[in-house]
């Protein structure tokens, strides 16, 4: 693939603000048999991907993986969710209501599959947002547990002080279908080239203003998209979202990986054995930043997390021992507020 990136139209961007001119629905490219079993992008597939991710923040590709594999890697992580679940430490994304568990998907080479982690499509989309050979520092599974009883505030994964244009890009694989029933989650189209200090609750802390969500969805109310077992979405850091209670009596599950651009200059990594070193480095779209450690369990392994371009701001988390700086051991503590109320999240009720 070309190793530049394509910039959005100057008319998506406008449109961003006409109710009459922006679609209500999520952009999903299905990728075909022939292009998923032969390793290539078709350049139809590209443009479209690239039209619904400039306009949307996020587009949504489909059949990127073989069945199979995703199958086999659902069934290991529930099994990994229960033991975790049974044991107690882990970390819930914005508390134990959400029931929305962090986990450390499996790091060996069978389960370092490149397929999710590296997959084809992702990277051929990724490359000509943010450029050739992203790094890739960044790799967790969200996953909602059943019946919950909480939902989680609109929040962007970014800072508020970022640059106004895609400098990170998540890719999240669907292990099962997802459906708004077992926590699809709520969406915020084109809020990515809104993201601004104005509308953040604080600096430190990504929640989004109420007046802010009720202001936008009057353009352009939230939604959730369901979409089927081993889709993917490919989506803008800074769009805003929030994770949604999973009602039904089966996990769902989606693993997650954050690409970058070399001038980033990343200051996340991930925590990885020894043995899958010489398996990574294989890998040549991506330049994987990574600490190789002689002995490890993924049930208990820390990861970090840095959404900015600071040092200072690198955060380590090991399950229930919450977040705390990396470089001088304090705990994170972005202050109030922190519990979820009708005051960080929208409802069709806040239109009237």
């Keep these: 693939m070309s190793p530049f990136a394509v910039t959005p139209p100057a008319e998506m961007i406008q449109a961003q603000n006409k109710a009459e001119t922006v679609p209500d629905y999520v952009g999903i490219v299905p990728i075909s048999d022939k292009e998923r079993d032969g390793g ?14 400039h306009r949307d923040g996020m587009v949504v590709i489909t059949n990127a993986i ?17 033991a975790l679940e049974e044991r107690g430490d882990v970390h819930f994304h914005q ?22 982690w590296v997959n084809q499509h992702v990277m051929d989309v990724t490359e000509q947002i943010i450029g ?17 009883t909480g939902r989680q505030a609109v929040h962007a994964d970014g800072p508020s002080d970022v640059l106004r244009f895609t400098y990170m890009v998540i890719a999240n694989v669907f292990l099962c279908d997802v459906t708004p029933e077992n926590g699809a989650t709520e969406l915020w189209l084109g ?37 089927p077992k081993g889709s993917i979405c490919i989506r803008d850091v800074r769009m ?25 200059n990343t200051h996340m990594f991930l925590t990885l054995p020894k043995d899958v070193k010489d398996h990574v480095e294989k890998w040549n779209r991506v330049t994987v930043k990574a600490e190789y450690v002689d002995e490890f369990d993924n049930k208990s392994s820390p990861f970090v997390v840095n959404m900015s371009q600071k ?18 051991d304090k705990k994170f503590s972005p202050g109030e507020p922190r519990e979820i109320t009708k005051d960080y999240y929208w409802t069709p009720e806040d239109a009237a």
């Excluded at 040092?311 to 001088?328: A, D, F, Q, S």
């Design 40 to 53: 290539f992008t078709n350049r139809e597939t590209l443009q479209k991907c690239l039209e619904y991710f």
């Design 66 to 82: 073989p069945e199979h594999l995703v199958d086999k890697m659902n069934d290991m992580m529930i099994a990994e969710s229960k």
């Design 95 to 116: 508390g134990k209501s959400t029931r929305n568990m962090s986990v450390c998907p499996p790091m060996t080479e069978e389960w370092m599959m490149p397929e999710f």
């Design 132 to 148: 050739s050979k992203p790094d890739l520092s960044f790799a967790r599974s969200n996953v909602c547990l059943p019946h919950a």
């Design 191 to 227: 809020t990515h080239s809104l993201n601004a200090p104005e509308h953040h609750v604080s600096e430190d802390l990504g929640w989004i203003k109420k007046s802010s969500l009720i202001e936008r969805a009057r353009v352009r109310p939230p939604i959730q998209c369901s979409q």
């Design 240 to 264: 805003w979202h929030s994770g949604m209670p999973n009602l039904t009596d089966t996990y769902r599950i989606m693993t997650s990986y954050i690409y970058t651009p070399p001038w980033w």
């Design 311 to 328: 040092r200072e701001h690198t955060m380590v988390n090991n399950g229930v021992n919450g977040m705390k700086y990396l470089h001088n």
